[in-house]
């Protein structure tokens, strides 16, 4: 009998699994390959037919084999099944990248003309993508405070295709009403994307709350050991054959030696999460003890404004969060950030490793309530132990407050 989730006879059996369980067996199937625990990395454009018939099989739309490698490999369904199962979703498709997946699957749904509503905490990135090129492509963007809630009916209009949501946003961390806002949505007829790489597939089960895509930068928790770049989105039944019908058009495909380290990350990602879930809440505690820090941005604080609907939609949260300071200059927070030890400066997060990352400026934001001019310290929290973390950040903020 095959050891294999993914070949369960129902969706349903499959669910009924622990996430923990789906993690270590989900898209294997190792009596295929020679009993290998592992799916084997599969590298090759060209896929032969044994005959005609089989070719011409090959080639019918429903057909789950791919006739060329940019539709796939087994190494790559494997990983696409593990994430349809860890979601709940109907399939799934791997990009080159996170933003590839976001900017891809935007573009599967939309044409010139029409209206998307974009949350204004939205991926920086995925902001300029909408900015410079889908109203470039005669697309409307408009973006809404995250926390507008079952509000977002006043601004749907029959144009709106797409609602793209972040939840928690990106570098301020606002929760939003999914639900609320996917039955508004859906009522006017449009889709709702969801960038849903913080919560990862563990985290928040989007197609229980109304999502129709729902997108992962995999390079950050999924991937786990920032050695690797890759994107993934799944989709419902409805929203299937568009986003798979756009990604082919765009000629999307990732390397299988990316995909494979992203299915060796996931076996060990709920362990991983657990880590980072509990020392990032420590280390935010403590940080909200500094005097130099206004306020910590952290959703799972209880004195955080979107505990509430983190508590209510949410299974756990990531080790990512920031901290605002108050008004220090320059030199001191150059002083803060000379002096860290185990907090690296790099983009990206996710990884084993814990990072600090300084906001140049401001995030952009058009349309929410809250601003913020104080710096910004984005805070990933890694698998180090929590008591040398909150040590380090310690002798940091007191080599900060002597700058001053």
């Known amino acids: 009998m095959s050891s294999d989730i993914s070949s369960v006879s129902s969706p349903a059996q499959a669910a009924s699994t622990h996430a923990d369980t789906q993690l270590v067996h989900a898209g294997r199937e190792p009596s295929r390959f020679s009993g290998m625990v592992n799916t084997p990395v599969f590298r090759g454009s060209t896929i032969i037919a ?19 490698g940019r539709f796939g490999t087994p ?11 860890l979601e709940g979703g109907h399939n799934a498709l791997v990009f080159p990248s996170g933003l590839s997946a976001c ?64 939840s928690p946003g990106s570098w301020t961390f606002e929760v939003q009403d999914i639900p609320a806002i996917a039955e508004e949505a859906h009522k006017a007829g449009a889709f709702v994307l969801l960038d849903n790489t913080w919560a990862t597939p563990l985290y928040f089960k989007p197609f ?68 980072h879930w509990e020392s990032g809440i420590q280390l935010a505690e403590y940080l909200r003890t500094q005097p130099l820090v206004e306020s ?3 959703p799972a604080l209880p004195s955080d404004p979107g505990y509430r609907l983190w508590s209510r939609d949410f299974l756990g949260a990531s080790g990512l969060f920031t901290i ?8 001191a927070l150059c002083k803060f950030f000379d002096s860290l030890q185990l907090f690296g400066i790099g983009l990206s997060w996710g990884g084993f490793e814990s990072l600090a990352l300084p906001l140049d400026k401001p995030p952009t934001r058009v349309a929410s309530a809250t601003t913020y ?32």
Do not use: C
């Open 103 to 166: 900017t891809h699957s935007l573009m599967a749904f939309v044409k010139s003309g029409d209206h998307v509503l974009m949350t204004d905490s939205v991926y920086g990135p995925t902001r300029t993508f909408a900015d410079h090129v889908l109203r470039r492509m005669g697309i409307e963007v408009e973006f809404f405070d995250p926390l507008i809630g079952g509000e977002i009916r006043t601004l749907m209009r029959p144009n709106t295709r797409v609602v793209f949501v972040e």
């Open 50 to 68: 044994d005959n005609l018939e089989d070719w011409e099989a090959s080639r019918q739309v429903d057909n789950p084999m791919a006739n060329y």
């Open 208 to 275: 229980e709350h109304g999502v129709d895509v729902s997108i992962h930068a995999a390079t950050k928790y999924i991937v786990g050991h920032s050695d690797a770049l890759l994107g993934v989105a799944s989709a419902n039944e409805r929203s299937w054959p568009i986003l798979k019908q756009g990604a082919h058009d765009f000629g999307q495909t990732a390397g299988p030696d990316d995909i494979y380290l992203a299915l060796r990350g996931m076996r060990s990602m709920a362990v991983r999460l657990r880590q």
């Open 324 to 331: 605002e300071l108050k008004p220090v200059g320059r030199a």
């Open 296 to 298: 910590v941005l952290h």
């Open 75 to 85: 190494t790559t369904r494997s990983f696409e099944q593990a994430i349809t199962t």
């Open 373 to 404: 001019q104080n710096p910004l310290i984005r805070v990933h929290v890694g698998l180090e132990n929590i008591d040398d973390l909150i040590s380090d950040m310690g002798q940091a903020f007191e080599k900060m407050g002597q700058a001053l």
